[in-house]
């Protein structure tokens, strides 16, 4: 199973205004990919 399939069976089983915020974050990291900004590595290594 893709990355991708894992999210969307995730997402189906997810009430809408918790779809709203992955929406929003997704949104966002795909602006902060396009802007160069993002760096490499997970996220909670950086945390």
């Not at 199973?1 to 999210?7: F, G, R, V």
């Not at 069976?9 to 802007?35: G, N, W, Y």
Request: glycine content about 4%; proline content about 4%.
């Amino acid at each position: 199973m893709t990355t991708a399939e894992k999210i969307y069976r995730t997402m189906e089983e997810l009430p809408e205004p918790i779809l709203h915020e992955v929406l929003d974050f997704a949104e966002f990291l795909k602006q902060k990919k396009s802007t160069g900004t993002s760096k490499s590595g997970n996220l909670a290594k950086r945390i």
